[in-house]
């Protein structure tokens, strides 16, 4: 089995591929992330990864078949095979052994991460940490997802080249009420969160998930539960870990979700909002900055919530720039079918120690503890590219350490059901409700990303997901039939 995640990307990698020789591993996938999130991979055999191909690249990559990176004529990319990532890929034996490494992007004949790669981005970002004086910043996002039995599309043929015209879907789920067929333990809406077997039918499969996250991809984990919806509505929760390691280690995580889903002919999904009526998917990501060993959120002489002037600061950016951040953070026409009153979702903008209406919570289970003290940005969801949350977060908390943002007063109540008069008086605003709304905002407020987003990045991403959008308001919705066939 391979090693785990030590030797550096430019040490030691001669002696690494004459182990994974030793080891009979016969293919290497190598991994990258495109601008939107997506997992993509190449296999080459063990034989053609090279020593020096960890500094200077393998050159596998068309950048003009991937979204929003290159045109035809300027398309020759390469992979940089990150060695601190190595891992085993357990599903498919009959390869004979098959190992992947996360790899950075590069253009042919460029010695800097092409500007447009999410792990580059997550990489300047630290850079810029930094350079501000935060030599390490600690992540826990909190991975949820479903498992579906089955997903069933209903197609609409409309005689146009994408034949998907929307009509309809069947979700299906033994654990679910509105399953038909014998009496069994089901979950009601809303009534799932740790729940035991048999109510919780997934509980085995997660431990599949996990083991595999431990074993073969070296991950360590600090819990797996059922979530509050039905239909195995569940949470992974990693181990803290620095900024852009984590956002590998969550890539990981949403890998071996569908990949374990599969193999036991079901569908695992991280759409925010795939269930009316119930809770949808968050990606509550946990962060703290810290210098020379020391976390700068901890103060113990505040009585609040022991958190200190730095911390509110950063605060201050996130509440400052939420909604520009909503673009990336909430990236789908989906998220913002989870982003409404009554499920657990934060819908306004505000900041308060254990209060869960609030999008930035302060975590108060440990009093005293340095360690322990951090802040939880309660608005992302699991579509999100996790490289480019982590990193326009912190630029986010960085631009109102800059700027000494203050934020309003915390608010220690339920923000759903204040009145109007009383949210304005508290200096509560609310999210985007729509895609098309985030995009307008972060096109009027992103000035705070330029020391690690490139112009030229968020034009793209946002024209791209205008797009997306238009594809979304094109479609006939099945709910409009039901609405308003009668007109």
């Known amino acids: 089995m391979p090693a785990k995640r030590t030797a550096k990307s430019d040490d030691g990698a001669s002696a690494m591929l004459d182990q994974l020789k030793a080891d009979k591993i016969r293919w290497v996938q190598l991994f990258y992330t495109d601008v939107f999130g997506g997992y993509n991979f190449v296999s080459i055999p063990l034989s053609a990864l090279e020593a020096e191909m960890f500094t200077g690249g393998v050159p596998k990559l068309d950048g003009s078949s991937v979204r929003g990176f290159r045109e035809i004529f300027e398309s020759d990319m390469l992979l940089i095979p990150d060695a601190r990532t190595l891992a085993r890929i357990p599903w498919n034996p009959e390869s004979g052994g098959t190992v992947r490494f996360i790899c950075d992007v590069r253009l042919g004949g460029a010695t800097e991460p092409y500007e447009h790669d999410p792990r580059g981005v997550a990489r300047k970002t630290e850079k810029v940490l930094a350079d501000a004086g935060y030599d390490r910043s600690y992540w826990g996002p909190e991975i949820e997802f479903f498992v579906f039995d089955s997903v069933e599309m209903i197609p609409s043929y409309q005689g146009v080249r994408d034949a998907w015209g929307g009509a309809g879907y069947l979700l299906r789920h033994g654990e679910a009420p509105w399953q038909g067929g014998p009496i069994q333990p089901t979950v009601r809406f809303k009534e799932g969160y740790h729940r035991a077997p048999p109510n919780d039918t997934l509980v085995g499969m997660r431990d599949e998930m996990c083991n595999i996250l431990v074993d073969d991809f070296h991950l360590t984990l600090d819990a797996h539960h059922h979530e509050v919806a039905t239909a195995s509505q569940s949470e992974i929760n990693v181990r803290f870990d620095e900024l852009v390691l984590m956002a590998d280690h969550i890539q990981d995580v949403r890998y071996v979700i569908r990949n374990v889903a599969a193999k036991h002919g079901k569908v695992g999904v991280l759409m925010p909002k795939p269930l009316y009526g119930d809770n949808g998917i968050g990606m509550h990501t946990n962060q703290s900055l810290w210098t020379k060993g020391v976390n700068t959120f901890y103060d113990e002489r505040d009585k609040y919530a022991e958190v200190s002037q730095t911390c509110r600061y950063y605060i201050g950016g996130l509440l400052e720039h939420a909604r520009a951040l909503c673009a990336i953070t909430n990236p789908i026409t989906n998220s ?33 503890r340095p360690a322990a003290k951090r802040i939880e940005y309660r608005t992302p969801d699991s579509s999100a590219n996790i490289y480019l949350t982590e990193a ?23 923000i759903y059901k204040l009145s109007p008069t009383k949210r304005r008086q508290l200096e509560i605003r609310e999210l985007p409700g729509s895609l098309g709304e985030a995009l307008d905002c972060l096109e009027s407020d992103r000035d705070f990303l330029k020391p690690a987003f490139p112009a030229s990045l968020l034009d793209t991403y946002v024209e791209l997901k205008r797009e997306e959008q238009l594809e979304l308001n094109l479609r006939p919705h099945p709910y409009e039939f039901y609405r308003y066939l009668d007109v």
């Open 336 to 368: 913002y079918r989870r982003l409404v009153p009554g499920y657990e979702a934060p819908v306004f903008i505000a900041w308060s120690k254990a209060n869960r209406s609030a999008n930035v919570r302060i975590p108060f289970y440990h009093r005293g």
């Open 392 to 414: 326009a977060l912190a630029l986010a908390g960085l631009d109102g350490i800059r700027r000494k943002i203050e934020p309003p007063a915390p608010v220690d109540e339920n």
